[in-house]
């Protein structure tokens, strides 16, 4: 397991932390289509000593999710990303099926420990849900449960062979939060046994998976993360290391070292499996002094994480 980070904003002065504290992999948010932007990117991560791994974030999927008459020209788009990063060298490819495009929260500024900011979810109070990233799509008409599986074989069918061809393995972030149905609309990918499903539909390495910890953690179900984990484990492509409290229909997030799961568990479990891919930490509690403009992805918190992370791996016997 490699650690990566995801740099908001990925300034030079953040990549230098990053590379101080020990981060080998970084993340970049959707690059657009222009090789040469990918390119540019790479060039100034690799400029840190660290290498660009993983694209994440703002992909374009909404139109080939539902269907919409644009589906085919976006569906050629990812394309286009992933032949361009089979060029840049960058392997990994994370997205999701949600329907109404990212995770959704009810709070954004719960209290975790010393007065450190957290996102939570409440079912009980509907009409708070919200985009963490300020964008709630609503399709006119709701996407049912058996579309959304048909528009994702479609998609899986024309996306993997490129994938294969350019060397890059595809990631699907599970649904967050885990429930399925939200704002009337149906959603499929929140229980191990649809990511088996997943997998089925077209079986490929290049058809992975991102487990992300907090996602399974805050199911209603209450899942063993560590047996989860391992009974994933062939199809890991990318991992989110982070926590949480609680579970549907409340969950808030966590310190990594102070939620509900035995994160050393957790990493050996990888360890264990055989899971080698990068691992990076997610939804970070915002410390004193931050802004808390982007909930989750202040920096603060993902320097303490990696370090917390670099011990635990270090525990388990997974070395630099």
């Given amino acids: 397991m490699d650690i990566a980070l995801l740099l908001t904003p990925c300034t030079d002065h953040n990549l230098q932390l990053a590379a101080q504290v020990g981060v080998t992999d970084i993340v970049t948010v959707y690059p657009g289509l222009v090789l040469g932007t990918l390119l540019e990117i790479r060039r100034r991560v690799e400029s840190f000593g660290m290498r660009l791994r993983v694209v994440e974030r703002h992909v374009p999927t909404l139109d080939f999710i539902h269907g919409t008459p644009n589906r085919d020209q976006q569906i050629a788009d990812f394309k286009c990303l992933i032949r361009n990063m089979g060029e840049a060298g960058v392997p990994v490819l994370c997205y999701s099926w949600m329907p109404d495009d990212d995770w959704q929260r009810t709070d954004l500024q719960a209290a975790e420990r010393g007065g450190a900011l957290v996102t939570a979810f409440d079912m009980r109070d ?16 709701p996407t049912s449960a058996e579309r959304l599986w048909d528009n994702l074989e479609h998609f899986l069918n024309e996306v993997i062979p490129v994938a294969e061809a350019s060397g890059v393995k595809l990631a699907m972030h599970p649904d967050d939060p885990p429930i399925a149905m939200l704002h009337g609309q149906t959603r499929i990918l929140s229980t191990p046994e649809a990511f088996e499903r997943l997998v089925r539909l077209v079986d490929s390495p290049s058809n992975g998976i991102c487990f992300c910890q907090g996602s399974f953690a805050s199911s209603a179900e209450e899942y063993n993360i560590p047996d989860l984990i391992h009974r994933l484990a062939p199809h890991i492509t990318f991992a989110h290391f982070r926590d949480v409290v609680g579970s549907v229909p409340f969950f808030r997030e966590s310190f990594q070292d102070n939620g509900k799961t035995d994160m050393v568990a957790c990493m050996k479990a990888y360890h264990d499996a055989g899971v080698s891919c990068p691992i990076r930490p997610d939804h970070v509690p915002t410390l004193v002094g931050e802004s808390n403009e982007t909930p ?5 918190g993902r320097l303490w994480a990696v370090g917390y992370m670099r011990g635990v791996m270090e525990a388990v016997g997974i070395k630099d």
């Fill in 296 to 300: 989750g992805y202040h920096l603060l």
């Fill in 126 to 141: 509907p009409g708070t849900f919200r985009s963490v990233t300020g964008f709630d799509y609503r399709a006119e008409t």
